[in-house]
């Protein structure tokens, strides 16, 4: 490439704007190997996460979600309803239809398999980088290797772990991915004037959102690219951000109207701790000292976990707290130096005012939100982190990021000694990135790796607990002493969640599951009470308080429990089938008794409860071979057939 020197002098740590940087003629053969060269990078870092099972969310979003499973023929309700609507949970806070969708989609094309899934993750990280890539290119002028190099790091950080070898965490890679396809159309358009180009900037944008609702912060971040790296005018930048605030507005009332607000009510300590205070001095000093933990997971990205939740980080009770005031400082003292050097144009102020404006939402200063640190919502912020590094490296060996004059496969002329530390970072990164990987496997890895990360997380030590108690899990132990010694080791983890937080649903929950294994009928009835007395609106607390019922010969009290299940989620198959089961021992029972008219009334609900589930999910073996067995119990042999032989071929999937 070649560069003709203006004749204005810069100062060394200045970035020049479009107008007075070189028009760079882009070597397109050499950008289109650079391009695959991070492609591949970030396929091959992340290729060991192919063969992955579903992990913590993958259940309540895909797995065990009834809309999602029914594929493309719920597309509508995916846009018309929640989140997790289609799983057996009261929360109704969150709209993200098209990530949903596009696992619906998944679904349909290649039904509960796991691998297919992560390829696609994988797939669009890759080509979130590349547009990274790009986006960069078209925008700052840097040197092309410089980029190069920036993507590179951006590609291997390890803090992305959990957004690619997560499934559920597609609504970053979605949302990040349609907000730089934006920024695209935004510089198309400022080149060009041509409108249809704003209105493609204002589609991605509005794809961003439907994506995950943090893409909102885009309204903010649009204006500094416009700003630090193109000549347009204010005027200019002022309405194309008015488009943008006008698109964050209608999505806002298409959010009011499909979930009735905006913004997470009801937010349990469990999962954001600052809620444990209702001191808004102490919430907001431990937010700030969450703020510093984030920096340094970028920094020095080990050890990395799942969980950060309550009782991981303890509040801040104290504003001499060293913690706290360090990281105060530090942001005060970046926020000052971004509005000291923004009339310049500096590139560090463009970084600093893109971290934090991007950190907004997730930093639960200015509102609270479902988690206090998570490191998923360092995705898009991680870009600013990048982009400043290799800035200051560059600064370090007097390099200047915008010397246009490296030729075709000139790469290694920049500088022996950055390329040797960026090799340093990369292979430290990328070493740990695909060891990290390895965690996600499956439940059972992750949450024994990360419960020595975070011991003293509650709700690490309820997944902990609940993957060993769980259904499948105990089924595949053949040997009973074993399965007893993973409930025994459930309990006391679960003991130990509890301990550090009693007002936990869900850790009772589990408490109440390992009390039905090991055949505590009355403690486990306790513990499900418990559950269902802190959040009446989860239906999975009173389908398993039925069961225990059912199980001590309770069938009416059971009926009812399960009745109020499935009223709470009309998905419930579980609970759906339950009640059949319920209807059919009640009837069984009148039989017993001689009063045979109210007993066919009550395998005619049974009978109902369990087309209803079959008809859910036509491919839950319970509610069909039940199907089979009632009608026979009634005399219908030729429907008991017909139901029975439908049971054999689902066996035999």
């Known amino acids: 490439m070649s560069s003709k020197k203006n004749s204005h002098k810069h100062k060394p740590h200045e970035h020049k704007t479009k107008s007075e940087t070189t028009n760079f003629s882009i070597d397109k053969k050499l950008m289109l190997k650079l391009t695959f060269i991070i492609a591949l990078v970030a396929f091959l870092l992340y290729?060991?996460?192919?063969?992955?099972?579903?992990?913590?969310?993958?259940?309540?979003?895909?797995?065990?979600?009834?809309?999602?499973?029914?594929?493309?023929?719920?597309?509508?309700?995916?846009?018309?309803?929640?989140?997790?609507?289609?799983?057996?949970?009261?929360?109704?806070?969150?709209?993200?239809?098209?990530?949903?969708?596009?696992?619906?989609?998944?679904?349909?094309?290649?039904?509960?398999?796991?691998?297919?899934?992560?390829?696609?993750?994988?797939?669009?990280?890759?080509?979130?980088?590349?547009?990274?890539?790009?986006?960069?290119?078209?925008?700052?002028?840097?040197?092309?290797?410089?980029?190069?190099?920036?993507?590179?790091?951006?590609?291997?950080?390890?803090?992305?772990?959990?957004?690619?070898?997560?499934?559920?965490?597609?609504?970053?890679?979605?949302?990040?991915?349609?907000?730089?396809?934006?920024?695209?159309?935004?510089?198309?358009?400022?080149?060009?004037?041509?409108?249809?180009?704003?209105?493609?900037?204002?589609?991605?944008?509005?794809?961003?959102?439907?994506?995950?609702?943090?893409?909102?912060?885009?309204?903010?971040?649009?204006?500094?690219?416009?700003?630090?790296?193109?000549?347009?005018?204010?005027?200019?930048?002022?309405?194309?951000?008015?488009?943008?605030?006008?698109?964050?507005?209608?999505?806002?009332?298409?959010?009011?109207?499909?979930?009735?607000?905006?913004?997470?009510?009801?937010?349990?300590?469990?999962?954001?701790?600052?809620?444990?205070?209702?001191?808004?001095?102490?919430?907001?000093?431990?937010?700030?000292?969450?703020?510093?933990?984030?920096?340094?997971?970028?920094?020095?990205?080990?050890?990395?976990?799942?969980?950060?939740?309550?009782?991981?980080?303890?509040?801040?009770?104290?504003?001499?707290?060293?913690?706290?005031?360090?990281?105060?400082?530090?942001?005060?003292?970046?926020?000052?130096?971004?509005?000291?050097?923004?009339?310049?144009?500096?590139?560090?102020?463009?970084?600093?005012?893109?971290?934090?404006?991007?950190?907004?939402?997730?930093?639960?200063?200015?509102?609270?939100?479902?988690?206090?640190?998570?490191?998923?919502?360092?995705?898009?912020?991680?870009?600013?982190?990048?982009?400043?590094?290799?800035?200051?490296?560059?600064?370090?060996?007097?390099?200047?990021?915008?010397?246009?004059?490296?030729?075709?496969?000139?790469?290694?002329?920049?500088?022996?000694t950055l390329l040797m530390i960026v090799g340093v970072v990369m292979i430290a990164y990328s070493v740990k990135t695909y060891s990290r990987n390895k965690d996600w496997k499956s439940d059972t890895y992750l949450f024994g790796h990360d419960l020595e990360t975070v011991p003293n997380s509650a709700h690490m030590l309820f997944y902990y607990a609940n993957n060993l108690a769980n259904k499948d899990s105990l089924n595949a132990v053949k040997n009973p002493a074993e399965k007893e010694q993973r409930l025994l080791k459930a309990q006391k983890s679960i003991t130990k969640a509890l301990q550090l937080y009693e007002l936990f649903p869900d850790a009772h929950n589990v408490a109440g599951r390992i009390y039905y294994e090991q055949k505590n009928f009355d403690a486990s009835f306790k513990s499900y009470s418990r559950a269902m007395e802190m959040n009446p609106g989860k239906g999975m607390y009173h389908n398993n308080a039925g069961t225990c019922l059912f199980s001590v010969g309770k069938f009416d009290e059971a009926a009812k429990a399960f009745a109020k299940a499935v009223e709470i989620d009309k998905y419930d198959v579980d609970a759906q089938c339950n009640l059949g089961s319920a209807y059919g021992a009640m009837g069984e029972a009148l039989r017993s008794k001689g009063d045979s008219e109210n007993a066919m009334k009550m395998f005619a609900l049974a009978i109902d409860n369990f087309k209803k589930a079959a008809t859910i999910d036509p491919s839950n073996l319970s509610s069909v071979q039940f199907l089979g067995i009632t009608y026979r119990n009634i005399g219908d042999e030729a429907n008991a057939q017909i139901w029975l032989n439908k049971a054999e071929k689902l066996k035999k999937k």
Not at 165 to 182: G, Q, T, V
């Open 47 to 416: 290729s060991n996460t192919l063969k992955h099972q579903f992990v913590l969310d993958d259940y309540s979003v895909i797995k065990e979600n009834q809309l999602t499973k029914s594929g493309t023929s719920a597309l509508k309700e995916i846009f018309s309803s929640s989140y997790r609507t289609g799983y057996g949970n009261n929360e109704n806070n969150l709209y993200r239809p098209l990530t949903k969708a596009m696992f619906a989609i998944e679904w349909q094309l290649s039904p509960d398999n796991a691998h297919f899934h992560h390829l696609i993750n994988v797939l669009m990280y890759a080509l979130v980088c590349v547009l990274l890539f790009i986006v960069l290119l078209r925008y700052t002028k840097i040197n092309i290797y410089i980029l190069f190099l920036i993507a590179l790091i951006f590609a291997a950080h390890p803090i992305h772990t959990e957004v690619v070898a997560n499934i559920k965490s597609r609504d970053e890679i979605s949302s990040m991915l349609f907000l730089l396809l934006s920024l695209l159309c935004i510089s198309k358009y400022i080149t060009n004037n041509k409108i249809v180009m704003l209105l493609c900037t204002l589609f991605c944008f509005f794809l961003a959102l439907l994506s995950k609702e943090s893409a909102i912060v885009y309204v903010a971040l649009a204006p500094l690219f416009i700003y630090f790296f193109t000549e347009t005018s204010l005027k200019n930048n002022i309405k194309i951000t008015g488009s943008l605030a006008v698109v964050a507005i209608l999505y806002m009332m298409l959010h009011i109207k499909i979930i009735g607000s905006i913004g997470i009510k009801n937010i349990p300590v469990i999962d954001n701790s600052l809620l444990y205070t209702t001191d808004v001095i102490q919430q907001k000093a431990t937010a700030i000292l969450i703020m510093g933990k984030y920096f340094l997971l970028m920094l020095f990205p080990h050890p990395l976990s799942c969980d950060y939740s309550f009782n991981t980080i303890p509040i801040v009770s104290s504003l001499a707290n060293i913690g706290f005031l360090l990281a105060l400082i530090f942001h005060l003292f970046l926020l000052y130096y971004a509005i000291k050097k923004i009339k310049e144009k500096h590139i560090l102020s463009f970084c600093i005012l893109f971290y934090l404006g991007s950190m907004a939402l997730a930093s639960n200063i200015f509102m609270l939100i479902g988690t206090h640190l998570a490191e998923r919502l360092l995705f898009f912020p991680s870009v600013a982190f990048c982009l400043a590094a290799v800035y200051f490296l560059c600064k370090l060996f007097k390099i200047d990021i915008t010397d246009g004059t490296v030729r075709f496969n000139s790469l290694f002329k920049i500088n022996a």
